[in-house]
Protein backbone atom coordinates (compact mmCIF):
# COMPACT_ATOMS: atom_id res chain seq x y z
CA UNK A 1 0.00 0.00 0.00
CA UNK A 2 1.36 3.36 -0.98
CA UNK A 3 -1.52 6.02 -0.74
CA UNK A 4 -0.79 7.94 2.41
CA UNK A 5 -3.32 10.08 4.42
CA UNK A 6 -1.89 13.56 4.06
CA UNK A 7 -0.66 13.88 7.24
CA UNK A 8 3.50 14.60 7.31
CA UNK A 9 4.89 12.57 10.38
CA UNK A 10 8.14 13.68 11.63
CA UNK A 11 9.93 14.33 14.80
CA UNK A 12 11.21 17.52 16.40
CA UNK A 13 12.92 18.13 19.52
CA UNK A 14 11.06 16.94 23.09
CA UNK A 15 12.95 20.04 24.82
CA UNK A 16 11.45 23.42 24.24
CA UNK A 17 15.21 24.97 24.15
CA UNK A 18 15.52 23.40 20.25
CA UNK A 19 18.17 21.25 21.60
CA UNK A 20 19.45 18.54 18.84
CA UNK A 21 17.15 15.25 17.78
CA UNK A 22 18.20 12.49 19.51
CA UNK A 23 20.26 9.66 17.66
CA UNK A 24 16.66 7.25 17.96
CA UNK A 25 14.72 10.67 16.47
CA UNK A 26 17.40 11.19 13.48
CA UNK A 27 17.12 7.90 12.66
CA UNK A 28 13.15 8.02 12.64
CA UNK A 29 12.96 10.61 11.00
CA UNK A 30 15.68 9.72 8.04
CA UNK A 31 13.51 5.94 7.67
CA UNK A 32 10.69 8.46 7.11
CA UNK A 33 11.70 10.14 4.18
CA UNK A 34 13.00 6.62 2.85
CA UNK A 35 9.76 5.23 2.98
CA UNK A 36 8.32 8.19 1.59
CA UNK A 37 10.34 8.38 -1.58
CA UNK A 38 9.94 4.75 -2.48
CA UNK A 39 5.77 5.36 -2.20
CA UNK A 40 6.17 7.66 -4.27
CA UNK A 41 8.35 5.11 -6.67
CA UNK A 42 5.52 2.84 -6.53
CA UNK A 43 2.76 5.57 -6.99
CA UNK A 44 4.94 6.30 -10.33
CA UNK A 45 4.89 2.73 -11.50
CA UNK A 46 1.40 2.53 -10.99
CA UNK A 47 0.69 6.11 -13.19
CA UNK A 48 3.05 4.79 -15.56
CA UNK A 49 1.74 1.64 -16.79
CA UNK A 50 -1.17 1.94 -18.16
CA UNK A 51 0.13 5.51 -19.86
CA UNK A 52 2.81 3.44 -21.39
CA UNK A 53 0.37 0.56 -22.32
CA UNK A 54 -1.67 2.83 -24.40
CA UNK A 55 0.86 4.71 -25.78
CA UNK A 56 2.70 1.78 -26.68
CA UNK A 57 -0.36 -0.13 -28.56
CA UNK A 58 -1.98 2.62 -29.74
CA UNK A 59 1.11 4.55 -31.14
CA UNK A 60 4.34 2.54 -31.21
CA UNK A 61 2.90 -0.51 -32.53
CA UNK A 62 0.93 0.75 -35.48
CA UNK A 63 3.94 2.84 -36.42
CA UNK A 64 6.04 -0.31 -36.35
CA UNK A 65 3.68 -2.42 -38.35
CA UNK A 66 3.89 0.62 -41.37
CA UNK A 67 7.71 0.76 -41.31
CA UNK A 68 7.47 -3.23 -41.67
CA UNK A 69 5.07 -2.93 -44.66
CA UNK A 70 6.45 0.36 -46.36
CA UNK A 71 9.92 -1.44 -46.03
CA UNK A 72 8.55 -4.61 -47.59
CA UNK A 73 6.90 -2.43 -50.18
CA UNK A 74 10.18 -0.43 -50.85
CA UNK A 75 12.31 -4.02 -51.39
CA UNK A 76 9.57 -5.66 -53.37
CA UNK A 77 10.35 -1.86 -56.01
CA UNK A 78 13.74 -2.17 -55.61
CA UNK A 79 14.07 -5.75 -56.88
CA UNK A 80 11.09 -5.03 -59.66
CA UNK A 81 13.67 -2.41 -61.09
CA UNK A 82 17.13 -4.22 -60.34
CA UNK A 83 17.69 -5.22 -63.90
CA UNK A 84 16.23 -2.31 -66.02
CA UNK A 85 18.02 -2.20 -68.94
CA UNK A 86 19.11 1.43 -68.07
CA UNK A 87 21.24 0.92 -65.23
CA UNK A 88 24.24 0.43 -64.90
CA UNK A 89 26.54 -2.72 -63.52
CA UNK A 90 27.65 -0.26 -60.92
CA UNK A 91 24.16 0.93 -59.91
CA UNK A 92 23.00 -2.58 -59.96
CA UNK A 93 25.79 -3.16 -57.53
CA UNK A 94 24.40 -0.05 -55.49
CA UNK A 95 20.86 -1.56 -55.87
CA UNK A 96 22.19 -5.09 -54.86
CA UNK A 97 23.51 -3.85 -51.47
CA UNK A 98 20.70 -1.38 -50.51
CA UNK A 99 18.49 -4.50 -51.06
CA UNK A 100 20.27 -6.58 -48.77
CA UNK A 101 21.01 -4.07 -46.21
CA UNK A 102 16.62 -3.62 -46.13
CA UNK A 103 16.53 -7.25 -45.55
CA UNK A 104 18.88 -7.43 -42.83
CA UNK A 105 17.14 -4.99 -41.06
CA UNK A 106 13.94 -7.03 -42.14
CA UNK A 107 12.24 -8.34 -39.27
CA UNK A 108 11.24 -11.88 -40.48
CA UNK A 109 12.53 -12.77 -43.84
CA UNK A 110 12.73 -16.72 -42.81
CA UNK A 111 8.68 -16.40 -43.24
CA UNK A 112 8.15 -14.73 -46.31
CA UNK A 113 8.95 -16.90 -49.44
CA UNK A 114 9.15 -13.62 -51.53
CA UNK A 115 11.62 -11.95 -49.67
CA UNK A 116 13.68 -14.96 -49.54
CA UNK A 117 13.90 -15.39 -53.20
CA UNK A 118 15.21 -11.50 -53.41
CA UNK A 119 18.17 -12.43 -51.20
CA UNK A 120 18.88 -15.04 -53.57
CA UNK A 121 18.69 -12.91 -55.88
CA UNK A 122 21.33 -10.76 -54.81
CA UNK A 123 23.80 -12.13 -52.29
CA UNK A 124 26.16 -14.53 -52.91
CA UNK A 125 24.34 -17.24 -51.00
CA UNK A 126 21.62 -18.61 -50.59
CA UNK A 127 19.21 -17.53 -47.37
CA UNK A 128 18.10 -20.91 -45.77
CA UNK A 129 21.73 -22.10 -46.35
CA UNK A 130 23.16 -18.81 -44.62
CA UNK A 131 20.96 -19.09 -41.61
CA UNK A 132 21.60 -23.14 -41.56
CA UNK A 133 25.24 -21.80 -41.42
CA UNK A 134 24.66 -19.53 -38.83
CA UNK A 135 22.70 -21.83 -36.72
CA UNK A 136 25.72 -24.53 -37.13
CA UNK A 137 28.16 -22.18 -35.92
CA UNK A 138 26.20 -21.25 -32.95
CA UNK A 139 25.09 -24.66 -32.05
CA UNK A 140 29.11 -25.44 -31.69
CA UNK A 141 29.55 -22.63 -29.81
CA UNK A 142 27.12 -23.70 -27.33
CA UNK A 143 28.30 -27.25 -27.68
CA UNK A 144 31.59 -25.74 -26.54
CA UNK A 145 30.42 -23.44 -23.98
CA UNK A 146 28.10 -26.07 -21.99
CA UNK A 147 30.91 -28.89 -22.55
CA UNK A 148 28.27 -31.39 -24.09
CA UNK A 149 26.63 -32.61 -27.29
CA UNK A 150 23.60 -31.00 -28.40
CA UNK A 151 22.28 -34.04 -30.92
CA UNK A 152 21.86 -34.28 -34.23
CA UNK A 153 17.50 -33.48 -34.15
CA UNK A 154 17.86 -30.00 -34.00
CA UNK A 155 15.96 -28.50 -37.15
CA UNK A 156 19.23 -25.63 -38.53
CA UNK A 157 16.96 -23.76 -40.37
CA UNK A 158 15.98 -21.95 -37.40
CA UNK A 159 17.67 -20.86 -34.45
CA UNK A 160 14.55 -21.08 -32.84
CA UNK A 161 14.81 -24.62 -32.51
CA UNK A 162 18.78 -24.13 -31.04
CA UNK A 163 17.79 -21.71 -28.40
CA UNK A 164 14.87 -23.67 -27.36
CA UNK A 165 17.44 -26.57 -26.66
CA UNK A 166 19.86 -24.14 -25.43
CA UNK A 167 17.53 -22.82 -22.73
CA UNK A 168 16.54 -26.46 -21.75
CA UNK A 169 20.46 -27.25 -21.22
CA UNK A 170 20.66 -24.07 -19.21
CA UNK A 171 17.64 -24.88 -17.14
CA UNK A 172 19.04 -28.36 -15.95
CA UNK A 173 22.45 -26.74 -15.57
CA UNK A 174 21.52 -24.38 -13.39
CA UNK A 175 19.44 -26.91 -11.70
CA UNK A 176 22.64 -28.75 -10.57
CA UNK A 177 24.89 -25.33 -9.83
CA UNK A 178 21.71 -24.48 -7.50
CA UNK A 179 21.80 -28.18 -6.04
CA UNK A 180 25.79 -28.08 -5.73
CA UNK A 181 25.15 -24.06 -3.72
CA UNK A 182 23.00 -25.50 -1.38
CA UNK A 183 25.27 -28.47 -0.67
CA UNK A 184 27.63 -26.41 0.00
CA UNK A 185 25.63 -24.09 2.27
CA UNK A 186 24.24 -26.71 3.96
CA UNK A 187 28.04 -27.90 5.13
CA UNK A 188 28.62 -24.16 5.78
CA UNK A 189 25.90 -23.27 7.68
CA UNK A 190 26.27 -26.77 9.84
CA UNK A 191 30.59 -25.93 10.77
CA UNK A 192 28.72 -22.49 11.44
CA UNK A 193 26.00 -24.15 13.78
CA UNK A 194 28.98 -26.59 15.48
CA UNK A 195 31.21 -23.32 16.22
CA UNK A 196 28.48 -21.25 17.98
CA UNK A 197 24.80 -23.02 18.71
CA UNK A 198 23.01 -19.32 19.86
CA UNK A 199 21.98 -19.44 23.51
CA UNK A 200 18.96 -19.27 25.06
CA UNK A 201 19.44 -16.43 26.29
CA UNK A 202 19.65 -15.18 22.72
CA UNK A 203 17.04 -16.83 21.42
CA UNK A 204 14.41 -15.00 23.98
CA UNK A 205 15.95 -12.02 23.27
CA UNK A 206 15.04 -12.02 19.61
CA UNK A 207 11.52 -13.24 19.94
CA UNK A 208 10.68 -10.64 22.94
CA UNK A 209 12.16 -8.32 20.17
CA UNK A 210 9.63 -9.74 17.70
CA UNK A 211 6.68 -9.68 20.53
CA UNK A 212 6.99 -6.06 21.22
CA UNK A 213 7.04 -5.06 17.69
CA UNK A 214 3.75 -7.07 17.41
CA UNK A 215 2.42 -5.39 20.48
CA UNK A 216 3.03 -1.99 19.57
CA UNK A 217 1.31 -2.51 16.07
CA UNK A 218 -1.45 -3.86 17.78
CA UNK A 219 -2.02 -1.18 20.83
CA UNK A 220 -1.90 1.23 17.43
CA UNK A 221 -4.51 -0.77 15.78
CA UNK A 222 -6.84 -1.25 17.90
CA UNK A 223 -7.11 2.35 18.95
CA UNK A 224 -7.72 3.19 15.66
CA UNK A 225 -10.07 -0.07 15.03
CA UNK A 226 -12.49 1.62 17.86
CA UNK A 227 -12.49 4.81 16.48
CA UNK A 228 -13.33 3.74 12.89
CA UNK A 229 -15.78 0.87 13.17
CA UNK A 230 -18.37 1.90 10.87
CA UNK A 231 -21.34 0.29 12.94
CA UNK A 232 -20.92 3.10 15.25
CA UNK A 233 -21.65 5.31 12.56
CA UNK A 234 -25.41 6.36 11.54
CA UNK A 235 -24.44 9.33 9.17
CA UNK A 236 -24.15 7.15 5.39
CA UNK A 237 -21.43 9.27 4.40
CA UNK A 238 -19.36 9.35 7.37
CA UNK A 239 -20.31 5.45 7.70
CA UNK A 240 -18.98 5.07 4.24
CA UNK A 241 -15.83 7.12 4.83
CA UNK A 242 -14.97 4.89 7.82
CA UNK A 243 -15.27 1.51 5.91
CA UNK A 244 -12.57 2.81 3.56
CA UNK A 245 -10.69 4.08 6.38
CA UNK A 246 -10.97 0.63 8.10
CA UNK A 247 -10.13 -1.21 4.85
CA UNK A 248 -7.22 0.75 4.80
CA UNK A 249 -6.12 0.00 8.74
CA UNK A 250 -6.54 -3.36 7.88
CA UNK A 251 -4.13 -3.87 5.10
CA UNK A 252 -1.57 -1.65 6.51
CA UNK A 253 -1.49 -4.19 9.80
CA UNK A 254 -1.46 -6.71 7.65
CA UNK A 255 1.77 -5.65 5.88
CA UNK A 256 2.85 -4.10 9.15
CA UNK A 257 3.19 -0.44 7.70
CA UNK A 258 3.44 1.46 10.90
CA UNK A 259 3.89 5.19 8.76
CA UNK A 260 0.42 4.57 7.09
CA UNK A 261 -1.04 3.43 10.74
CA UNK A 262 0.51 6.66 12.18
CA UNK A 263 -0.92 8.85 9.92
CA UNK A 264 -4.09 8.15 10.48
CA UNK A 265 -3.78 8.32 14.19
CA UNK A 266 -2.73 11.93 13.02
CA UNK A 267 -5.56 11.57 10.66
CA UNK A 268 -8.04 11.11 13.84
CA UNK A 269 -6.02 13.59 16.20
CA UNK A 270 -5.59 10.31 18.38
CA UNK A 271 -1.95 11.47 18.14
CA UNK A 272 0.12 15.11 17.43
CA UNK A 273 2.81 16.65 17.17
CA UNK A 274 3.44 17.02 20.72
CA UNK A 275 2.46 12.82 21.22
CA UNK A 276 4.85 11.93 18.19
CA UNK A 277 8.02 14.73 20.27
CA UNK A 278 7.39 12.74 23.23
CA UNK A 279 7.68 8.81 22.05
CA UNK A 280 10.24 7.10 24.66
CA UNK A 281 13.46 5.86 23.04
CA UNK A 282 12.77 1.99 23.97
CA UNK A 283 9.07 2.38 21.75
CA UNK A 284 11.23 4.14 19.16
CA UNK A 285 13.63 1.58 19.04
CA UNK A 286 10.86 -0.63 18.28
CA UNK A 287 9.16 1.86 15.29
CA UNK A 288 13.06 2.10 13.77
CA UNK A 289 12.83 -1.35 13.23
CA UNK A 290 9.75 -1.72 11.87
CA UNK A 291 9.72 0.90 9.56
CA UNK A 292 13.53 -0.60 8.85
CA UNK A 293 11.37 -3.68 7.64
CA UNK A 294 9.00 -1.81 5.93
CA UNK A 295 12.03 0.15 3.78
CA UNK A 296 12.98 -3.72 2.55
CA UNK A 297 9.43 -4.86 1.85
CA UNK A 298 8.90 -1.28 -0.61
CA UNK A 299 12.33 -2.18 -1.99
CA UNK A 300 10.80 -5.59 -3.03
CA UNK A 301 8.13 -4.36 -4.37
CA UNK A 302 9.91 -1.82 -7.00
CA UNK A 303 11.87 -4.45 -8.02
CA UNK A 304 9.04 -6.57 -8.67
CA UNK A 305 7.84 -3.59 -10.97
CA UNK A 306 10.66 -3.19 -12.43
CA UNK A 307 10.99 -6.93 -13.66
CA UNK A 308 7.81 -7.47 -14.24
CA UNK A 309 7.71 -4.23 -16.70
CA UNK A 310 10.65 -5.26 -18.42
CA UNK A 311 9.85 -8.47 -19.22
CA UNK A 312 6.14 -7.49 -20.17
CA UNK A 313 8.12 -4.93 -22.91
CA UNK A 314 11.14 -7.21 -23.69
CA UNK A 315 13.59 -4.60 -22.39
CA UNK A 316 16.36 -6.59 -20.91
CA UNK A 317 16.94 -6.93 -17.64
CA UNK A 318 20.28 -5.73 -17.62
CA UNK A 319 18.90 -2.30 -18.52
CA UNK A 320 17.53 -0.47 -15.41
CA UNK A 321 14.26 0.95 -15.82
CA UNK A 322 12.74 3.61 -14.20
CA UNK A 323 9.17 5.69 -15.04
CA UNK A 324 10.58 8.65 -16.04
CA UNK A 325 13.01 6.77 -18.25
CA UNK A 326 10.68 4.28 -19.55
CA UNK A 327 8.34 6.73 -20.92
CA UNK A 328 11.54 9.02 -22.23
CA UNK A 329 12.28 5.75 -23.91
CA UNK A 330 8.95 4.61 -25.70
CA UNK A 331 9.30 9.03 -26.97
CA UNK A 332 12.09 8.46 -28.75
CA UNK A 333 11.07 4.94 -30.12
CA UNK A 334 8.11 6.60 -31.73
CA UNK A 335 9.81 9.40 -32.78
CA UNK A 336 12.30 6.99 -34.68
CA UNK A 337 9.42 5.38 -36.08
CA UNK A 338 7.86 8.38 -37.06
CA UNK A 339 11.24 9.64 -39.15
CA UNK A 340 11.24 5.69 -40.59
CA UNK A 341 7.91 6.06 -41.84
CA UNK A 342 8.80 9.33 -43.34
CA UNK A 343 12.25 8.70 -45.02
CA UNK A 344 10.56 5.31 -46.66
CA UNK A 345 7.42 6.94 -47.85
CA UNK A 346 9.92 9.46 -49.39
CA UNK A 347 12.45 6.70 -50.59
CA UNK A 348 9.16 4.79 -52.51
CA UNK A 349 8.11 8.44 -54.44
CA UNK A 350 11.80 8.72 -55.93
CA UNK A 351 11.65 4.94 -57.20
CA UNK A 352 8.69 4.71 -58.85
CA UNK A 353 10.34 5.96 -62.56
CA UNK A 354 14.18 5.12 -63.69
CA UNK A 355 15.09 8.60 -64.13
CA UNK A 356 14.24 10.00 -60.27
CA UNK A 357 15.87 6.29 -59.21
CA UNK A 358 19.03 6.78 -61.39
CA UNK A 359 19.51 9.68 -58.67
CA UNK A 360 18.03 8.22 -55.87
CA UNK A 361 20.83 5.74 -56.72
CA UNK A 362 23.64 8.08 -57.12
CA UNK A 363 22.44 9.86 -53.69
CA UNK A 364 22.62 6.77 -51.94
CA UNK A 365 25.77 5.20 -53.27
CA UNK A 366 27.50 8.40 -51.62
CA UNK A 367 25.75 7.92 -48.73
CA UNK A 368 27.39 4.07 -48.75
CA UNK A 369 30.49 5.46 -49.14
CA UNK A 370 30.50 7.96 -46.49
CA UNK A 371 29.57 5.11 -43.76
CA UNK A 372 32.01 2.89 -45.04
CA UNK A 373 34.99 5.93 -44.43
CA UNK A 374 33.41 6.93 -41.03
CA UNK A 375 33.38 2.73 -40.32
CA UNK A 376 37.00 3.02 -40.98
CA UNK A 377 37.82 5.63 -39.17
CA UNK A 378 36.00 4.16 -36.25
CA UNK A 379 38.09 0.69 -36.69
CA UNK A 380 41.14 2.79 -36.90
CA UNK A 381 40.47 4.49 -33.36
CA UNK A 382 39.92 1.33 -31.94
CA UNK A 383 43.11 -0.68 -33.10
Same mark, same amino acid.
Given at each position: ???????? *???? @???? @??????????????????? @? %????????????????????? #?????????????????????????????????????????????? #?????????????????????????? #??? !??????????? =????? @?? +?? /?? /?????????????????VHQAREAAKEQAREER?????????????????????????? &????????????????????????????????????????????????????????????????????????????????????? /??????????????? +? *??????? &?? +?????????????????????????????????? %???????????????? #??? !? =??????
Open positions: MSATTGNS *ISLS @SRHA @SGAALTKEQQTFNLLIEQI @S %KRREQLAAWSLLVPQYQKAYA #EELVPLQSRVDRLSRELIVKLDEHASHEKLSASERQTMSKLLLGLL #ENFPDIGGDDALKRIFNRHASTDYDE #EIA !LGVADMKADLE =QMFGE @SF +GD /DI /DMRSSEALLKRAREKMAKAARAKNKKRPDATTLGHQEKLRAEL &TQSLRDIYRKLASALHPDRETDPQRRQHKIELMQSLNQAYAKQDLLHMLELQMQLQQIDQHALNDIGTERLEQYNRLLQEQIAEL /DREIAQEETQFARSY +G *ISPARRV &TP +GTALQSLELQIREAQRSVAAIEENLKRVTDIKSL %KNWLKEEKKRLKELEF #EWE !L =QLERNY
